[in-house]
């Protein structure tokens, strides 16, 4: 009888080990895909500002205008490199960046 116990007790941690070993697996893809899609959110709208923007600048010929405009770009520029840099830090946290 004791055996059996020993045996049932040792399923049931091992149950335990690959129900959390599981949770974790889905909590990495979750914490993946979510990251995938969040970059592609922030960085679609910016890239689509940017090249609009940059089309205005070419059409522009007031000087006080354009020094406006410029001043947007580079904000949304910074911007867009912030987005980079904390995507870029999750890969390195995670191990997946590969240095050049």
């Not at 941690?13 to 949770?23: A, D, H, T, V």
């Not at 914490?31 to 923007?53: C, D, G, K, Q, W």
């Not at 089309?55 to 904000?75: A, V, W």
Request: charged share 25%; glycine share 0%.
């Amino acid at each position: 009888m004791a055996i059996y116990f020993e045996d049932v007790s040792r399923h049931v941690r091992m149950n335990k080990l690959i129900k959390q070993s599981i949770e974790e697996k889905n909590k990495s893809d979750s914490i993946e895909s979510y990251t995938a899609m969040m970059s592609h959110e922030f960085r679609t709208p910016l890239s689509t500002v940017l090249m609009l923007l940059e089309n205005i600048l070419c059409l522009i010929k007031d000087e006080t205008i354009t020094n406006f405009l410029k001043l947007i770009q580079i904000n949304l520029w910074t911007l867009t490199y912030l987005v980079n840099d904390i995507l870029d830090l999750k890969h390195i946290v995670e191990g997946c960046f590969e240095a050049i």
